[in-house]
């Protein structure tokens, strides 16, 4: 396995790791300068020429991924008898530099609702080195000619169109994934809220509305879901940051963003 396809394997299965790589050489040294090796919690790919420097490497990047360390390293051997290593001897004759790269979890964020606000908030979240999911009920909002402001996104961008019980993609989200509920339509928005708190995976959840439409979903899920206030007290609304109260969907979407991105710095990666 290629060392892309190996980092595209741990991102897919949002598994943290480090990738590898031998930056300088001087002199004789296994492996040229650009070798590179990633490592997993239990597993590495390819090779930055065995031996001590690799076996070093590997511990210290472990190391790093339990500690859940985010700044690289730069960790420097020197090839010869007369060092002291941990794994062994190599004598090549040269010096080697090699960098650590941490490579963490990427957050994910599911947008219920890609109307107005919903399009505008992709467009910003995309941006974003993220996994980005877009859920709709309506076809229309979700074509290629309307999603195609995405198409140089930085993010990974899922689309689902779900026409019956989009509340069911809530159970196909990656762990700690956070929700932002902002549909066409109240009851849709409140069958996601209710399935939202049943589910202990996701991560925060955002609900999008006026102080009038949340007191009536309060009621309703205290009522008819059977739900205690510190679990409807994960339901954030209104989202976004306070104190900006323009209604345009561009500063409603800015807005959610720069909460959304306070709340991944709050977060963490790993």
């Known amino acids: 396995m290629t060392w892309i396809a190996a980092v595209a394997r741990l991102r897919t299965r949002r598994e943290s790791g480090v990738l590898v ?3 300088t050489v001087r002199g004789h040294a296994p492996r040229d300068a650009g070798a590179k090796l990633v490592v997993g919690r239990d597993r590495s790919w390819g090779s930055i020429g065995g031996g001590n420097v690799e076996a070093v490497a590997i511990d210290r990047a472990r190391e790093m991924i339990e500690a859940g360390k985010p700044e690289p390293e730069l960790m420097d051997f020197a090839l010869n008898d007369k060092v002291t290593n941990q794994h062994g001897v190599q004598c090549c004759g040269g010096t ?3 960098l650590l790269e941490p490579l963490p979890v990427v957050h994910a964020v599911a947008i219920f609702g890609v109307g107005h606000v919903g399009l505008e908030l ?3 979240l995309a941006r974003q ?3 980005l999911h877009l859920v709709d009920s309506r076809a229309e909002t979700l074509t290629d000619k309307r999603l195609g402001v995405l198409a140089d996104a930085v993010a990974q961008v899922q689309v689902h169109h779900t026409p019956l019980l989009p509340e069911q ?4 989200l990656p762990r700690g994934t956070h929700v932002l509920i902002m549909t066409h339509d109240h009851a849709e928005d ?3 809220c209710d399935a939202a708190l049943r589910n202990s995976r996701i991560g925060s959840i955002g609900l999008i509305g006026s102080a009038a439409k949340w007191a009536r979903f309060r009621s309703r899920l205290a009522t008819e879901g059977g739900h205690d206030e510190a679990t409807i007290g994960r339901i954030k609304t209104p989202i976004g940051l306070s104190g900006i109260t323009g209604k345009e969907p561009a500063v409603i979407a800015l807005s959610a963003a720069a909460d959304l991105l306070r709340t991944f710095e709050e977060e963490g990666s790993w």
Do not use: G, P
């Open 129 to 131: 080195d993220i996994d």
């Open 169 to 172: 993609v809530l159970e196909e």
């Open 122 to 124: 992709a467009r910003i």
């Open 190 to 192: 409140a069958a996601l």
């Open 96 to 98: 080697v530099s090699v």
């Open 21 to 23: 790589t031998v930056a």
